[in-house]
């Protein structure tokens, strides 16, 4: 059931004054997700993660001059009268292959074939592309090349330290590498990079009615889901996700499997088992340590949340409702996960747009993340499903969060709202 309108004297949607605000539990979160030192990282593992110092170039690049087509390599002196109807023809003195370490001055007078990539003989000053030759493009060299058209000067020279010399930075700390950054990094000699590492994340399920998915289901049971979304949540952040699921609402079996896996993660997250029931496993377990505190905070969906640490790892405890724990971890885990990956600005794009969902009840004192459908160029977002916190395929459906801020307890057509676009909105 959306929550009534007239909030104010409405008993079942008046905000406790117990609830915690939404910016301090985020700051909660945040604090026990610390930006480590940075890691020396191999290339293979670096895409997506940020750079944590200059990346200053070991090598020149190019290296060298070399050639940028495969030709002949000439002084333009020799061969400046070259046309179509009278071409230069010259003797082929020496023949440079990619790699080749021993490349001898250009004799006066003659030519060298050459291909792409290769340096460039000293004396040389231009390259003529081997199709305004006569020569065959394989095979042997010839022993003498005609030249059908004059070189401009440096013709097809790629020149050394054309982009960068050695010991220019060549990529500002902070830079996110992507894959042609990590090729840059590799051609100016770095076979690693220190970044700040991916955090490695244990998603723990909770709840004895959780059954795999694919497997037989018995009357009350249901497939177990919310590990799928998170994991796959963590991996979109660039943090590693390892999962524990079906754990039995049983403390003594959820404190072992956290004692087992604690010290191999540098974060928990759990879903489920934190509110007022009988059977809350993650709260009853984690109450007793005195290092988690739980806390209701004034949002929708996503009251019930607790942070804090066990056995020395950071842990977020979120709300088993499918869509709470989705809106859990975009609130809270998603911008702790990128701080401590190097990201400073953390928030998802976004913009304010116009509503055009007609009248939408908000509950007072609780920040509502809505569910909708944004147009981006038009900037107006309207709702997909109801609010309550089980509607997971509306929450699948849709492309961003509207933000209804807790002092609003109606939204109307035409009313402003904040916009968080989601993955895949653009
Ligand atoms: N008397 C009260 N009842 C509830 C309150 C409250 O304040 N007082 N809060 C409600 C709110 S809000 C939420 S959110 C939920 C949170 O409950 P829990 O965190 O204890 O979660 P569970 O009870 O374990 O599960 C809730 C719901 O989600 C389903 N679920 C749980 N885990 C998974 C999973 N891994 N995959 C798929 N679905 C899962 C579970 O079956 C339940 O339907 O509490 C309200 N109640
Ligand atoms: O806060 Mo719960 O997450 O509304 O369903």
């Not at 231009?126 to 440096?154: L, W």
Request: net charge negative.
């Amino acid at each position: 059931m959306p929550p009534s309108s007239s909030s104010a004297s409405n008993p079942r949607t008046s905000a406790p004054r117990t609830l915690a605000s939404v910016d301090d539990h985020a700051a909660r979160v945040r604090s026990l997700l610390p930006r480590p030192d940075p890691a020396d990282v191999p290339l293979a593992e670096c895409d997506g993660l940020i750079l944590a110092a200059d990346l200053v170039a070991k090598v020149a690049l190019p290296g060298f001059d070399n050639s940028a087509m495969d030709g002949y390599a000439v002084r333009r002196a020799d061969v400046e009268s070259a046309t179509a109807d009278s071409p230069a023809e010259i003797p082929v003195s020496d023949d440079i292959p990619a790699g080749r370490i021993d490349v001898p001055p250009l004799k006066p007078g003659t030519a060298a074939r050459i291909m792409t990539g290769s340096p460039v003989p000293e004396g040389a000053d231009a390259i003529v592309p081997v199709e305004q030759t006569d020569a065959a493009t394989t095979g042997a060299p010839p022993a003498t090349v005609r030249i059908y058209e004059a070189p401009t000067p440096a013709q097809h020279v790629r020149r050394q330290g054309e982009e960068a010399s050695a010991g220019d930075v060549v990529l500002p700390a902070g830079t996110p590498l992507t894959p042609s950054s990590i090729g840059l990094a590799a051609a100016v000699g770095h076979p690693s990079l220190p970044v700040y590492r991916r955090p490695r994340v244990l998603v723990l399920s909770t709840g004895s009615e959780l059954v795999a998915v694919g497997g037989p289901l018995k009357p009350g049971q249901i497939y177990e889901s919310n590990s799928h979304m998170l994991a796959a949540a963590i991996r979109r952040v660039g943090a590693t996700a390892h999962t524990l699921t079906l754990v039995p609402d049983d403390v003594d079996s959820f404190m072992s499997s956290l004692k087992s896996a604690a010290a191999d993660a540098d974060l928990i997250i759990t879903s489920g088992g934190v509110s007022a029931g009988a059977y809350e496993v993650v709260k009853d377990g984690l109450s007793s340590t005195g290092t988690v505190q739980f806390d209701k905070v004034g949002m929708q969906p996503g009251m019930p949340q607790g942070a804090g640490t066990v056995f020395g790892t950071p842990i977020v405890t979120l709300p088993g409702n499918p869509v709470s724990v989705y809106v859990s971890f975009e609130v809270f885990v998603r911008p702790a996960l990128l701080t401590y990956m190097g990201i400073d600005d953390t928030e998802r794009p976004g913009f304010v747009g116009t509503w055009t969902g007609g009248d939408q009840p908000s509950p007072a004192g609780k920040r509502q993340f809505l569910r909708g459908t944004c147009d981006v160029p038009a900037g107006e977002v309207a709702p997909i499903g109801t609010p309550p916190s089980h509607l997971l395929a509306s929450l699948a459906r849709s492309n961003c969060l509207a933000i209804v801020p807790e002092e609003t307890t109606q939204l109307h057509n035409g009313d402003d709202v904040e916009i968080w676009l989601l993955d895949g909105a653009l």
